[in-house]
């Protein structure tokens, strides 16, 4: 059965199928890319790589689709170990730069992930202009998606786009980390009521991320859930707990975040995009 979106359910797995396929196609590049998402999903694609931040953009006549790659390296989370928990802490800020009033309304106290909002940040011209583009030509709904890091980037290109007026139909996210403080994910929730979807396999532990200790964390998650595998976020949670040993505090430095990372490494298979496809 050919994939297909649909677009009056929220959370529909018909549509979860078809955001996942298109977040493994986003890993490619430009030729195999744009093969399989006409192929399999039947979506004209146009690759946008700035740096080390790529994302497809797919449309046909009824739908546009934008897709942020994640790791360059889905088989290996190497490439997101700074990021995810070199000092944590102190990558949580408030943005500043050309995107600082947009990420500043979300309010007083909402802080982001510094490395996310840059990489956002490198991308953002052009994708920006290839959307506006593509909707100014014919009005569709916009559907936003990505996994692992560029589920965090798909959050925040779609609060960015939502601030250049384009509306957002839905957005799904596959093994996201966290992108901000509560009081940003509060502002995030409120515009995206009843639109975002975020899907996290139970092992898999880069949901949890970033973090700044074993026990406790400044960041939050986005809404709305949707667990895949026994447990749901719980187990992972475990995991991440039974780290610490039971100490009332552990922060993530030195070689405790060396065999928190050890661990998180082998527990990869639950974070790449083929075992979410078999789960959904």
Not at 182 to 207: L, S, T, W
Not at 242 to 260: P, R, V, Y
Request: with cysteine; net charge negative; charged share 20%.
């Amino acid at each position: 059965m050919a994939m297909e979106l649909i677009e009056d359910a929220v959370g529909d797995a018909r549509n979860a199928r078809f955001l996942a396929a298109a977040c493994q196609f986003a890993y490619h590049d430009q030729d195999r890319g744009a093969a399989e998402f006409a192929g399999e999903l039947g979506l004209s694609a146009q690759l946008i790589s700035v740096h080390n931040t790529q994302a497809y953009v797919g449309q046909n006549d009824d739908h546009v689709v934008l897709v942020f790659r994640g790791s360059e390296e889905p088989t290996s989370l190497d490439g997101l170990r700074d990021w995810f928990l070199t000092n944590a802490m102190n990558l949580l800020i408030q943005p500043h730069g050309p995107l600082a009033a947009d990420f500043a309304a979300a309010g007083v106290g909402a802080r982001f992930h510094q490395g996310f909002v840059s990489a956002i940040g490198d991308i953002w011209d052009p994708v920006y202009a290839e959307v506006d583009k593509l909707l100014k030509e014919k009005d569709r709904p916009l559907w936003v998606s990505g996994h692992s890091l560029g589920g965090a980037l798909a959050v925040l290109a779609s609060w960015l786009l939502l601030r250049k007026t384009i509306n957002i139909h839905q957005i799904y996210t596959f093994g996201a980390p966290m992108v901000g403080n509560k009081e940003a994910v509060a502002a995030i929730n409120k515009e995206f009521a009843g639109k975002m979807c975020r899907y996290a396999n139970a092992p898999d532990p880069v949901p949890l991320l970033p973090m700044m200790s074993l026990i406790a964390n400044d960041y939050s998650h986005c809404e709305k859930l949707h667990a895949l595998g026994e447990g749901g976020e719980a187990s992972a949670l475990a995991f991440v707990q039974a780290m610490a040993g039971g100490a009332a505090e552990a922060a993530l430095t030195g070689t405790l975040a060396d065999e928190f990372w050890k661990r998180v490494q082998g527990r990869i298979a639950a974070h790449l995009l083929d075992d979410y496809r078999k789960l959904l």
